[in-house]
């Protein structure tokens, strides 16, 4: 027995003389690395590819789809997409010529290394505190009450949005509710996806969503298009080639929406503020919405290439921050924190108790500061993003600018763990958790102001009321009956937890 022991150590430790042995992934980054490097003759790609693996490779949740690397890797592409984007192309963005943009996209992707190390060390250390972790149960609901919530979603929630701007001491809340037919929705395409793929049903849901995405003011086709993504991700396997196909076929359809909404969006709000009846007529919008489309695929591949270009302007939202840091401090002294320091103050002033708090200071005003650039503001209805990142260096400037998106990122890990803790049903809870880390994370552009309030809004109103549906589960399948919960934990499989 010995000898046999012996024997195994012998064959599982590495020979003096063969070294340590590289694995197979940090090969093909290091190759990936030195064709970037290579092809555009700059080093930066390099470093950003070695940024979004590890992203993939250290942010994971317990359990459930990677929703976290695909927020993360969103906040990348926006972080990176104009220097990627003139290596494939020769497309000069207008933050290349008009800004010095290279120190701003190595603040970005240091402010992502910020986020990823808190949202590491945050999962980590509430991971490692002894606590239950949801229970496997099945589904929560059954198929046809799934169906018949997000049919009863759909027809409400914009009279849900509207009645949100009616009663202002409750309307970030409601809006926060209103993302609950999100998670309904993704538990319909998580369902469809698992355990096999259900083509036709997926292509008709998402075509409804992606329609209705587009008669709204903003690009509301987005969230739809990256919850079935994050869903088939949860889902694939990499030996399948019909998942790949899917896969790239999701990522062209991602594109193409995002190019044609740049295309079509000018005249199309242009009706919308216009026109009330309108903006009030859903049918109204979708055919105009159509016309539009038809208009836009009949011009030529020039006017489609323009619209290219001007979908990765639009993406890439490193301008204004560069032009501050052009301006910070040597025009501009840094601010000490003021920006952060508002940020917090409004937090812990939420509207419900405080009718009288002053409206929010629009983004456009930090542009037209700090940026120098006389952009359109709140007396157009608009608002310019100038981004976390930017605010937080002209708070504390480089490095100490990094510490605030640090211990943003531990807090957010470690109030996830705990959402998904407090929900037994462990469909709800992934449900719960997609749904909150995609709308938190997934935008580098937005504000301190805007991260803080969204993502506590969400954990309190969102997960509350998926804790709340979660305890009214649980007590009426076991209360009515006369059961203890006890036999159905005991057939239920526990979770494992991470260990990363």
Known sequence: MEVAKAGARARTSPSPGRGVTVPGSALLLGAACAAAWLSTSDWIPAVALVVLWAGWRYLSLPDGPPVLPLAFSFQWVQVTAGVFYYALTGYRAAAMDWSDYRPMVLIGLGCLVALLLGLRLGIRA??????????????????????????????????????????????????????????????????LCQPKIRWVLIALCLGFEVALGFTGYFAGFREPLMLFAVALVGAFDRRKLTHWITLGALGAVMLVTGVLWMGIRGEYRQEFDSSETFARSREARLARVVDLTSGWIEHGPADMLTDVDAFIDRIWTVYYPALALQRVPLLVPHEDGAILGAALSNLTMPRVLFPDKPEAPSDSEMVRKYAGVPVAGPESGTSIAFGYAGESYVDFGVPLMFAPVFVYGCLMGMALIALFRLIRYRELAIAALTVIVWQSLYLFERSWLRSLGGSATLLVYLGGAMVLLDRLLWWWRSAPLGRTISPTVSRARRVPRSRG
Do not use: D, K, N
């Not at 027809?155 to 509207?162: A, F, R």
């Open 126 to 191: 509430m991971s490692a505190r002894a606590g239950a972790a949801p229970v496997e149960l099945g589904p929560a609901v059954s198929w046809r009450v799934l169906i018949v919530l997000y049919v009863a979603s759909v027809l409400v929630t914009g009279t849900i949005q509207e009645l949100a701007w009616e009663v202002p001491a409750l309307t970030q809340g409601i809006l926060a509710l209103s993302y609950a037919r999100f998670a309904l929705l993704f538990l319909i395409f998580r369902r």
